[in-house]
């Protein structure tokens, strides 16, 4: 790559940490996938390719699903191996929490992976139950159900129990406890029992609020006391198989972990000496990602690797079950985001820039010129040098700042102001550059760069495809996907498509930490410059809103293929919403509006204002509108 190597590619976007060794950079500069060890690897802009020979345009998903199995793979065996490393004696019975990605085609590929390791689901609302009764068929894995419960929910779970299921419902509240007693009785089904603790814990992180006493859900000691006895009073104490805890999503710091199974193992102990004939230790989820990759305890790393994160609950648990004589319990996880994130990502095309210098704009020197005009042409007559650089810009922004209050009195023109403007921008774009060979830059001029930097105007939505990113400012990678054989020549910001201020990108994760900015090339008149947004398939699909009604993007499901020329298929394509799809959905009827727009034009076709072929130009175009994809078409 000559002098810009795959090597600086990598470090200025931060792949090989975050990337967890899925993604890679190719010889020609492009972004690669690698679904796993054995696998080739899978060109992106190539899939993009094969998308749009299929009739897929951009926006668009891209779920490498070998990366879900992957996943599945990685966290069971990790479990297996340190539990025979520790000698301990239970069995690791994880589950997937469906509400991280709830997207059926999600789902199946995880209870198809889990199958040999009896990998099982978790639900916590009536419609997860419903899709997990029907999906999590396998009877030796287990299904964890959160969640407050009514009637319904728990009747749904008994029936779980009468298919032979190993579905454990777990006590959030104790009023759910009187509740599936009496049902139990009715139904005359044995119920497999979990109860939840409230851990005094304060958690760390994005998610701390919903830890410690005043957490939502969970069980105080009292309560659970209340429970056992409660049960022992319906001779169903031994229905109680599950003790369970959750401090939080996303935990970036090891010590919580520690912290929590040293609080949640005293708890499961004495619940074991009460006569709870306890099988399971639920940790929870909270396993985190490294979505900037610095390895760190910011809120969007993690300063842990999986084999630490497992070898802290199988240590921790058995030393304080052997210190109390206890058996070793099976350990269950709930970890969603871990799975998930890394097999789906956004894939976008920039469709303009938005820039505050205007190269073009006709700056010459006209007769009569106001002296703010003059003033400012001096100033950008200047050399800039180190003796004056500083000067010129104090120089400059007090000229612009004189420009505004002259145009508010009606002093100057429009076209004044904006030659003015022009050559301000051009003159800071100059300090700019000369700013970048100082060894030491002032601080009035350290944010020079972000004011200039264009914004690339890219074709999605933020609202709909990077939810986390608006509402909690989750950092999520932005790379683009070809091109990084080529040193980046621009820094930039994103915007989206929605008419909406919120709706852009504005941190990136960088070699230099987390920037306003993202270094990226410039744009090619007669080239397509595309984008990824990575990480996203935790959340990210089943958050997304309908701002503007741009609704859900094509999906494309590629798995690898290594007898492949290209090393991958598309074996599914979903369709994104049509604008009549999400009209529909915001109780709009198209049909009724298409007959409406049709009503319209002839009115004015009888009217003469237009001829008739017009008239049913127009009509047809209204109705293609309504079929066709919501986003920009490219």
């Given amino acids: 790559m000559n002098e810009w190597t795959r090597e600086e590619a990598e470090k200025t976007y931060n792949i090989s940490t975050w990337g967890e060794g899925y993604f890679d950079i190719s010889p020609e500069g492009d972004l690669v996938v690698k679904p796993s060890p054995e696998a080739k690897s899978i060109n992106i802009r190539e899939v993009v390719e094969e998308m749009r020979s299929q009739g897929v345009s951009l926006p668009a998903v891209i779920r490498f699903h070998d990366i879900l199995r992957s996943q599945v793979r990685k966290i069971n065996q990790s479990f297996s191996e340190v539990i025979k490393e520790a000698n301990y004696n239970g069995k690791y019975c994880g589950v997937y929490p469906v509400k991280v990605n709830q997207m059926r085609e999600v789902v199946e590929e995880i209870v198809d992976a889990g199958e040999e390791f009896n990998f099982g689901l978790e639900a916590g609302s009536k419609p997860e139950l419903l899709s997990v009764l029907a999906y999590n068929t396998n009877p030796e894995a287990i299904t964890v159900l959160n ?21 454990i419902i777990v006590i959030e509240k104790f009023s759910e406890l009187p509740k599936l007693l009496k049902l139990s009785q009715e139904y005359q089904v044995k119920p497999l029992i979990g109860l939840r603790g409230k851990m005094s814990l304060k958690s760390r992180g994005r998610w701390a609020k919903s830890t410690g006493d005043r957490a939502k859900f969970g069980l105080s000691t009292s309560e659970m006391i209340r429970a056992v006895e409660l049960m022992e009073e319906y001779g169903l104490k031994d229905c109680i198989k599950l003790f369970h805890f959750h401090i939080g999503s996303q935990i970036s710091d090891i010590r919580t972990f520690k912290e929590a199974i040293t609080e949640g193992a005293r708890v499961f102990t004495q619940l074991h000496k009460l006569g709870c004939q306890l099988e399971y230790f639920d940790a929870g989820g909270g396993l985190g990602i490294d979505y900037d990759g610095s390895r760190s305890s910011s809120d969007s790393s993690v300063n842990y690797t999986l084999n630490e994160y497992v070898a802290d609950i199988v240590y921790g648990l058995k030393q304080i079950c052997d210190i109390e004589n206890v058996p070793h319990p099976n350990i269950v996880t709930e970890s969603g985001r871990a799975i998930t994130a890394h097999h789906s990502l956004v894939i976008t095309n920039v469709v303009d820039k938005i820039s505050v210098t205007q190269p073009n704009f006709d700056t010459k020197v006209n007769d009569n010129e106001h002296m703010l005009i003059k003033n400012m042409r001096e100033m950008h007559s200047w050399v800039i040098g180190e003796d004056n650089f500083q000067e010129i810009y104090n120089e400059a922004i007090q000229i612009k700042e004189q420009t505004l209050s002259a ?15 022009t050559l301000y921008w051009q003159i800071m774009e100059g300090i700019m550059n000369f700013s970048e060979m100082l060894e030491f830059v002032p601080e009035s001029l350290s944010e020079l760069d972000n004011k200039l930097a264009p914004q690339y105007l890219c074709n999605f939505s933020v609202f709909q495809s990077a939810a986390d990113h608006w ?6 990678p932005v790379v683009p996907i070809s091109r990084l054989n080529e040193k980046p020549d621009a820094n930039c910001s994103i915007a989206d498509i929605t008419c909406d201020s919120d709706g852009i990108i504005g941190k990136f994760i960088n070699r230099d930490g987390i920037t306003p900015t993202m270094a990226i090339h410039h744009l090619k008149e007669d080239e ?8 996203t398939g935790a959340y990210q699909d089943v958050m997304g809103d309908m701002h503007n009604l741009f609704g859900r993007l ?43 727009m049709k009503k319209n034009v002839s009115k004015i076709v009888s009217e003469g204002k237009i001829p008739p072929r017009l008239g049913v130009k127009w009509v047809d175009f209204y109705e293609d509108c309504l079929t066709s994809y919501t986003y920009l078409k490219n």
Avoid at 407 to 421: H, M, T, Y
Avoid at 471 to 476: K, M, T
């Fill in 147 to 167: 969640g407050y419960k009514d009637e319904d929910y728990l009747s749904l779970a008994l029936l779980g129990r009468q298919l032979g299921r190993k579905i």
């Fill in 407 to 421: 145009f508010n009195l009606g002093v100057i023109s429009l076209k004044d102001r904006a030659v003015i403007e």
């Fill in 471 to 476: 509402a909690i400012d989750q950092l999520l």
């Fill in 528 to 535: 397509e410059y595309l984008v990824g947004l990575f990480l």
């Fill in 554 to 596: 094509h999906e494309v499901h590629v798995y690898g293929d290594n007898d492949d020329p290209q090393g991958f298929y598309i074996e599914e394509i979903i369709k994104g919403n049509t604008a009549s799809g999400v009209l529909s959905t915001m109780q709009y009827n198209p049909e009724y509006m298409a007959q409406k």
